[in-house]
């Protein structure tokens, strides 16, 4: 099982934000690259269970892990990836008071993390550097 430990707005696991894309791609593995949107700006990195977010400078600014596959996301003690919606919205509330709440998202800008919730169903979790959204 792979283990990502998260420093908010700082790192995933052993890889802090802004590393460049070649370093994230040597630490993760294979990948396969493509566009995430037609608006997208640059392209993303696949890496079968996360992909990686970069910026114009070929910088990781997020990384989105999908719930279900064999991960550990380790956020202040508390592996979100396991959690029930329920239980991370407590637990994002209590850190950050301004979390924001839409139809099918859940964002703390001050914990670096969001949630896409369509269906009441957690489809993906994204941690990302400061300034991101």
């Known amino acids: 099982m792979k283990s990502f430990t ?6 995933v696991g052993d890889i802090p934000f802004m590393t460049n894309r070649d370093v994230v791609r040597a630490k993760l593995g294979d990948y396969k690259e493509f566009k995430k949107t037609n608006l997208s700006k640059t392209t993303t990195d696949d890496f079968g269970f996360c992909h990686v977010f970069y910026d114009a400078l070929n910088q990781c600014e997020a990384i989105e ?16 990836a396991k959690a029930s919606l329920d239980d991370i ?17 859940l964002i703390s800008t001050k914990l670096g993390i969001s949630l896409y919730v ?3 169903v ?3 979790i994204m941690f990302f550097c400061e300034g991101y959204y």
């Open 89 to 105: 919205h407590d637990f994002l509330a209590k850190a950050d008071n301004q979390v924001e709440k839409s139809e099918d998202m």
């Open 65 to 80: 892990f999908f719930p279900g596959l064999e991960i550990e996301l380790i956020l202040n003690g508390t592996d979100v």
């Open 6 to 11: 998260i420093i908010p707005l700082t790192q």
């Open 122 to 124: 957690v489809e993906s």
């Open 118 to 120: 369509p269906s009441s």
